[in-house]
């Protein structure tokens, strides 16, 4: 459990000392983001007007994009999954998630939790194609076990 607190410890430095890059023409953003780590309690991906407001993700200007979570689990692990929903930010895509429960277009970055897990974890990184200048973040947590779920998004051209 230590190494998974320290590998915590390493991605929020990480996060902390992430700068734009300079380019040949000044400076640009950096494809890096770390969102404030989250509290979600266990929430249904099916629970639509439940799902945890995780805030906006800008990628006008990118092709591909690649997620990784951090968790810690607030007890032990009864086993389950987490993860984030990405819906497009543009009202027709909210209204349709809002009033329909239906997610249009979205990017899913679903993580399966073993029960027994230990109670901090890095997992897996995925990568997406973009398809929208802007997404809404939504986390959801069905592992019965609060959790503080830490994302971070790196985008490529």
């Keep these: 459990m230590k190494l998974a607190r320290v590998a915590m410890l390493l991605a929020a430095a990480a996060c902390a000392l992430a700068r734009p890059a300079i380019g040949q023409s000044g400076t640009r953003p950096s494809g890096f983001t770390a969102f404030t780590p989250v509290q979600v309690p266990p929430i249904a991906r099916s629970e639509y007007a439940n799902l945890i407001d995780g805030g906006a993700l800008e990628t006008d200007g990118w092709t591909y994009l690649v997620l ?5 689990m607030k007890g032990p692990v009864p086993g389950g999954n987490f993860g984030v929903v990405l819906i497009p930010d543009l009202q027709i ?11 249009p277009a979205s990017l899913e970055y679903k993580v399966p939790v073993a029960a027994g ?4 974890f890095l997992a897996p990184q995925q990568r997406f194609e973009i398809g929208f200048p802007r997404y809404r973040i939504y986390y959801y947590n069905e592992t019965g076990q609060g959790a503080t779920l830490n994302l971070f998004a790196y985008r490529t051209r």
């Design 68 to 72: 990784n979570l951090a968790a810690e």
């Design 93 to 103: 895509f909210r209204r349709a998630f809002q009033t329909l429960g239906i997610l």
């Design 117 to 120: 897990a230990p109670t901090y």
